[in-house]
């Protein structure tokens, strides 16, 4: 299913479970839905299972949403706890619409809890009080977590025993009975055979070919460490110990001065703890000029988002910010940013830090939901299904992944979540069928009547109606450029540019107008960026960016192949 379709979806007020392969634009999609509510004056409650990925999303846990806070199971004294809080009763009152992000992380008794919550405070008897809900993920990757005493120190482990565990195993999920929108299309993997590679292992079918691209990146960990051109490639690996001996280690090695950033904090204690579990920046954060860093928010004006990855460059003399040269080679002063807790529009608790963390090293658990242009792993100490699978997907292609080690349970995927997933996708092919039924007027009916179900406000003007690709084509239309449609859009150009080329394929834009997106300097190498594509006997943008050498960006590539045909 195309985003485009699960949005038209979306807007109808169903139920749904968004769901796709990394890199599928489930988070673009969600933030696309957000937009659009708001627009039409419904602000919806934005959740996650986990603080991480609630900071990637700009909401807060659903424990925290529905009260439930870090409760196993909910008795009647807890309920009558949670309806005493005017906080929660009103927020939850007044929600039309829920988000739950990472919902593959959630077990299927906190499910329940806040399903639970949602009926007695709303006094309705529907799933979740009759709210829409949407949840999102993909169940392939890491699982929930649940907390257990060994020696008298806590410890996290990954369930996999239970077969129901898993969300979708609840009842409140069974009852809600979610429209499946399955995401096909790919944003993040440049690579056809890395694609193939991680579908299979999504499929239980990777075999010895799809291993034999996985040795070909292996390295060895002595030549690994005596390498220096790779000290500054973040590193993944399965435990916690080993990414804070690294970074520690390497910090520790770098001469000069070392500047301290602490964080600043503002609110009730329980709501800060909260927002400080989810922020990937440290409390305290000890930076050199040299040190690896890499960002933990999303700032596109600023160019960088959540893993962009760059180098402490110097210190602003006069703030004492730290400036970081990002791989482009751009610099940017980094200052603090607020990671915050809302509430009908007002911050009821903020946290401020440097949106920066040490990047030589990284968990696989905290990569999750990043991108990565490379990466070393060590996979030799993953434990539970779904690691290797998370990791690998990080990296965009296979020759941004440099691997020291894997074991037997890298490339495996929980075999419930297999069968699952086959009844996934033909859930969502036959949502597919009916949704394409479905005519203009009736489904633009649909959205209207659940806008005013909402108490929103309907908008009626005619761009609201239009898919993304129709929207991009309107600004084309009008002679504007992808740099120029990307600003007013608020996408990034390489978005943009996607967006052309399938309009191109579609016969939307004539080759003949391309002119409009090539710079000089382009237009100059054209020649010899297609005597590549011709000589490779490919029209894939991996193998002419390996053979170039790196010389022109993956946009400057998919540009001149849009181009090839013009000759």
């Not at 008298?152 to 195993?169: C, G, L, P, R």
């Not at 399955?182 to 291993?211: G, V």
Request: aromatic fraction near 8%.
């Amino acid at each position: 299913m195309t985003q485009s379709q699960a949005l038209s979806i979306l807007k109808t007020g169903a139920n749904v479970f968004l769901t796709g392969e990394p890199g599928s634009g489930k988070t673009h999609l969600q933030n696309e839905y957000i937009k659009y509510l708001r627009d039409n004056s419904i602000e919806p409650a934005i959740t996650a299972s986990t603080g991480i990925a609630a900071t990637h999303i700009g909401g807060m846990t659903v424990h925290s949403w529905s009260g439930i806070g870090i409760k196993t199971k909910l008795e009647k004294n807890d309920l009558n706890k949670i309806k005493a809080s005017q906080y929660i009763v009103r927020r939850i009152t007044k929600a039309k619409v829920l988000i739950i992000e990472e919902i593959s992380m959630l077990t299927g008794d906190t499910l329940s809890m806040v399903d639970t919550v949602c009926r007695e405070i709303k006094q309705n008897s529907k799933p979740f009080g009759g709210i829409q809900v949407i949840f999102a993920g993909d169940f392939f990757q890491l699982p929930p977590v649940v907390r257990r005493e060994v020696n008298e120190n806590t410890q996290t482990t990954f369930i996999n025993k239970s077969s129901s565990i898993f969300a979708f195993d609840s009842p409140s999920w069974k009852e809600l009975n979610p429209t499946v929108c399955y995401l096909t299309e790919q944003h993040r993997q440049e690579d056809d055979d890395f694609l193939e590679l991680l579908s299979a292992i999504r499929r239980n079918i990777f075999n010895d070919q799809h291993l034999s691209h996985i040795e070909k990146r292996k390295i060895d960990s002595f030549d690994y460490a005596q390498n220096k051109s790779m000290t500054n490639i973040p590193k993944l690996f399965s435990h916690n110990a080993d990414v804070d001996r690294i970074n520690d280690e390497v910090l520790a090695s770098i001469p000069g001065k070392q500047n301290t950033f602490i964080i600043s904090v503002q609110g009730p204690d329980p709501l800060v703890a909260i927002l400080k579990k989810g922020c990937l920046s440290p409390e305290i954060l000890y930076l050199k000029i040299g040190a690896s860093v890499m960002f933990t928010k999303n700032n596109p004006k600023q160019g960088f988002v959540n893993g962009t990855l760059g180098v402490v460059d110097e210190f602003d003399k006069i703030s004492g910010n730290p400036i970081v040269k990002i791989r482009s080679g751009r610099k940017i002063e980094v200052e603090p940013m607020d990671w915050s807790i809302e509430e009908n529009g007002k911050v009821r608790a903020s946290i401020s830090q440097l949106p920066l963390r040490l990047a030589w090293a990284i968990t696989v658990h905290k990569s999750q939901g990043m991108s990565l242009d490379e990466a070393v792993m060590d996979l030799s100490q993953v434990f539970e299904f779904g690691q290797g699978y998370v990791a690998l997907s990080r990296v965009r292609r296979l020759s941004g992944l440099y691997i020291l080690g894997w074991n037997e349970q890298t490339f495996q995927v929980h075999p419930e979540i297999l069968t699952k997933d086959k009844e996934f996708r033909l859930d969502s092919s036959i949502i597919e069928e009916m949704f394409n039924k479905i005519s203009t007027s009736e489904l633009q009916k649909k959205q209207d009547d659940f806008i005013k179900a909402c108490d929103g406000k309907p908008k009626s003007s005619f761009s609201e109606k239009l898919d993304t690709y129709t929207e991009t084509l309107l600004l084309w239309n009008e002679g504007k450029d992808a740099k120029q449609i990307s600003k007013l859009r608020k996408f990034t150009e390489g978005t943009i540019l996607s967006h052309i080329e399938k309009l191109v394929l579609k016969d939307k834009i004539k080759r003949a107008d391309l002119s409009r997106i090539l710079t000089p300097s382009l237009k100059d190498s054209l020649p010899k960026i297609h005597s590549v594509f011709d000589e490779l006997n490919t029209d894939k943008l991996s193998p002419v960016f390996e053979k170039l050498n790196g010389k022109y960006s993956y946009d400057e590539l998919r540009i001149a192949r849009l181009m090839i045909n013009k000759k």
